[in-house]
């Protein structure tokens, strides 16, 4: 199993960035997919979650309106595309695959995303 998260990096307020995350190893299309994020000092955070069909989307209230989650079961991947981005928002950024059944939550290994001026 593997989840790669790329796209991460720095980026002044107001601008955006596209996360992405590309699965290997699994049923990619059984399975919630979500990014979380955690800031030093704070514990890791839901951020968005889709759905296996990517007919339902679930946010946090700080990024509703901000930020959108979509996937690509064909492809095996799903993006964060992160808009209007402010400085609390810096934060590692991680892809997880929720459990399904017997099939256990994997976490992918982050991404940095810095948002500064």
């Known amino acids: 199993v593997q989840l790669v998260e790329s796209g991460g990096g720095l980026v002044q307020p107001g601008g955006s960035l596209r996360l992405s995350c590309a699965a290997s190893?699994?049923?990619?299309?059984?399975?919630?997919m979500s990014w979380y994020r955690q800031s030093p000092g704070k514990e890791r955070e839901l951020v968005a979650s889709?759905?296996?069909?990517?007919?339902?989307?679930n946010y946090a209230d700080s990024v509703k309106g901000r930020f959108t989650i979509t996937r690509t079961n064909a492809k095996n991947t799903v993006v964060l595309q992160m808009n209007s981005l402010k400085p609390e928002d810096t934060a590692v950024y991680y892809c997880?695959?929720?459990?399904?059944?017997?099939?256990?939550?994997?976490w992918g290994q982050g991404t940095q995303v810095t948002v500064s001026s």
């Open positions: 997880k695959r929720e459990s399904s059944g017997f099939v256990a939550a994997y």
């Open positions: 889709i759905g296996s069909f990517g007919d339902s989307t």
């Open positions: 190893g699994f049923a990619f299309s059984r399975h919630v």
